[in-house]
């Protein structure tokens, strides 16, 4: 089974990102059936067409609070929800079997995790895999994450994981996060961060499409995807999670 260390990642990605917009060098999920995304402003889907030419965040006028989308967990299943709570939710939200849940604990976090396979879990998407994280000291609902890859569906293609990318990279534009928070088509180690957004609370979602990368003409680095995780995200800058108290070691 694969182990889940989400949390870690979803800190880094958001310190790499927090500095504001990187270059992207060319960075372009490669790709048969389309040319790769433009990197687009926040408050707009990307234009298919050209190289990834840069990451951009938004410098829109911050909306009021009342009209931000709020991130409060994914589905039926809400942030703060025990794992009895969270087995229901699955149960209501995808007809989940009790023994179709898998449990998996993370040793060096001492988290626990939900996990569930998820055929089409996006329409024509393949099938995912879900994974519920609750915290360390709270033992509450602190993430919730997807992932699809050759490891969650066989028949899954790199074309496939970058279709799935753009589709909710464009659903994810038009949901109303706070315009200072969005991110787009930001490059990181090992991948592409297709879209970064909060809400008021400062919860966020966060779109990684992950792969290899090859130099291409031009220095043009290309991008094969071999998976696309998605995140919703109680607190990233501070998750619950185990650490050791300062002055131990």
Do not use: C
Request: hydrophobic share 45%; net charge positive.
């Amino acid at each position: 089974m694969r182990k889940i260390y989400l949390i870690p990642a979803v800190v880094g990605l958001l310190t790499s990102i927090a500095a504001g917009p990187l270059a992207a060098q060319g960075a372009v999920p490669k790709q048969k059936a389309a040319p790769a995304p433009k990197a687009a402003a926040a408050g707009a889907p990307a234009a298919a067409g050209t190289s990834v030419a840069a990451g951009a965040n938004s410098a829109e006028t911050p909306a009021a609070d009342d009209k931000i989308k709020a991130i409060d967990g994914f589905r039926s299943a809400k942030f703060g929800m025990n794992e009895a709570d969270v087995r229901a939710a699955m149960t209501k939200d995808f007809n989940a079997k009790p023994d179709a849940i898998k449990s998996q604990d993370n040793a060096s976090e001492l988290t626990h995790s939900l996990l569930y396979s998820a055929p089409d879990l996006l329409p024509n998407g393949g099938t995912a895999e879900l994974s519920y994280v609750f915290g360390y000291k709270s033992k509450s609902l602190i993430q919730v994450g997807a992932v699809w890859s050759k490891g969650t569906d066989a028949a899954i293609t790199p074309e496939k994981l970058f279709s799935n990318a753009n589709i909710l990279r464009a659903h994810f534009m038009g949901e109303g996060f706070k315009p200072d928070s969005i991110a787009v088509n930001m490059p990181v180690a090992g991948g592409i961060v297709m879209f970064r957004g909060s809400d008021a609370k400062d919860r966020s979602v966060i779109l990684l499409l992950q792969g290899t990368f090859e130099n291409k003409e031009n220095n043009q680095r290309v991008l094969t995807p071999t998976s696309l995780l998605l995140f919703y995200v109680a607190d990233a800058k501070s998750p619950d999670i185990f650490k050791l108290p300062p002055g131990q070691f």
